[in-house]
């Protein structure tokens, strides 16, 4: 057969094998298609945030202590932060109640003085009205003859009706100090009901806000401390006293008495000052009272003070109105002693600030009451600080 017949018999055979395998590869390219379509389209339907799992980098190992520290450590925070926001506010109010109190305190003791000294006037009046100066004109002789003391008995009987006795000066003073620590007081219990209020409604229930009784006593220890520093005689240490103790009125009773031991001295200087019979009969009064005190100290020199001027001035012209100056005189000295052991700000020309750091053995009454406030404020802040932040887990 020739070449020509033989690839025209081939030809058939060779169309159907190209035939054959075109299905194989259409097949195989279907295939294909469909699993890429298939890979896909499952990534495309996972949820968000999952994929597929590869390999990662081993994690350091935690242990349990460390998480037991680092559990402590936020509790800290947490507690700092409930420190600062929640119960420094409250410390903070509390303090300035105090502030406002103590104001108070020194505004009443200048009212009552101003009390006293609205009744001189009428004390004048009565002491040089006639039948008045026949009574002592009449009782001078036996008085100096017998030195029964008739005449001062007869003068303080006067003194005590319109001014005030060594009783009277006593309950007046020490009524208002007390009011202060009243005031104090309840601000003090109104500042731990707040923040045991905040307390139970956060989430601290490793803290427990000590009861009044305890949270004061832990207070009135910290003050004592600093008070035993400033010396037993001191203005501030009696104020403490009168703030921790739980025996108020004997509290009181002792500051007033501590600020008037250097009354008599003061006063007995500005008696001297007049000369004659008024200077010595101002110094034998300061010794007089019924009171084994400085408050019988300081009611017996204006007796006394009145006595010496009756005697230079009885029969002068200006024998009342020296008299109403030499007792508003006496009264701006006792103003002056209990409020600032010496004299005020303003009559010695010094600042407020120069006033408060003056030693308290100097100071009185109105120059230790800020210094126990701010004393009081850090004792609260460092009280409640241990109950709270550094309080064991």
């Not at 108070?104 to 009552?112: A, G, M, V």
């Not at 009243?182 to 139970?200: G, P, S, T």
């Not at 009354?263 to 010595?280: D, E, P, Q, R, Y």
Request: charged share 20%; net charge negative.
């Amino acid at each position: 057969m020739s070449n020509d017949h033989k690839k025209q018999a081939d030809a058939p055979a060779n169309e159907v094998r190209t035939s054959g395998g075109r299905p194989f590869l259409i097949a195989l390219f279907m295939a294909s298609v469909i699993a890429a379509a298939t890979f896909l389209g499952s990534r495309a339907w996972l949820p968000d945030g999952v994929v597929p799992k590869t390999d990662l980098p081993l994690q350091p190992s935690v242990t349990v202590d460390e998480l037991v520290q680092a559990e402590a450590t936020n509790r800290i925070v947490a507690r700092a932060a409930f420190f600062d926001n929640e119960v420094e506010p409250e410390i903070e109010k509390t303090a300035q109640l105090n502030r406002e109190a103590a104001d108070r305190c020194i505004s009443r003791l200048q009212n009552q003085i101003t009390v006293y000294r609205h009744q001189v006037e009428p004390f004048v009046e009565d002491l040089t009205s006639i039948s008045t100066r026949f009574s002592i004109i009449a009782k001078m002789p036996g008085g100096w003859w017998s030195e029964d003391g008739r005449v001062e008995d007869f003068v303080a009987a006067k003194f005590e009706k319109y001014l005030f006795s060594e009783e009277k000066l006593l309950n007046d003073v020490s009524e208002i100090l007390e009011q202060f620590r009243n005031e104090v007081d309840a601000n003090q219990k109104r500042m731990l009901v707040n923040v045991q209020a905040c307390v139970d409604t956060a989430d601290l229930p490793e803290v427990d806000i000590q009861e009044y009784e305890k949270f004061y006593q832990s207070v009135a220890k910290q003050l004592s401390e600093y008070s035993a520093e400033q010396g037993s005689n001191s203005v501030y240490n009696a104020v403490t006293v009168l703030v921790i103790s739980e025996a108020g009125s004997y509290a009181a009773v002792t500051l007033v008495s501590g600020v008037l031991v250097r009354f008599g001295a003061m006063a007995a200087t500005t008696a001297a000052a007049a000369g004659g019979a008024t200077a010595g009969a101002g110094a034998t009064g300061a010794g007089g009272g019924s009171l084994a005190g400085p408050v019988g100290t300081a009611v017996g020199l204006g007796v006394g003070l009145v006595i010496g001027l009756a005697i230079d001035w009885w029969m002068t012209e200006q024998f009342e109105e020296e008299m109403e100056f030499q007792l508003k005189d006496y009264l701006r000295s006792l103003e002056r002693a209990i409020l600032y052991g010496s004299e005020s700000p303003a009559d010695s020309g010094a600042t407020v600030a120069g006033s408060a750091a003056n030693t308290s053995e100097q100071g009185g009454i109105a120059d230790a009451l800020p210094r126990v406030c701010n004393q009081l404020e850090a004792a609260y802040r460092e009280r409640f600080y241990e109950q709270i932040v550094t309080v064991e887990n």
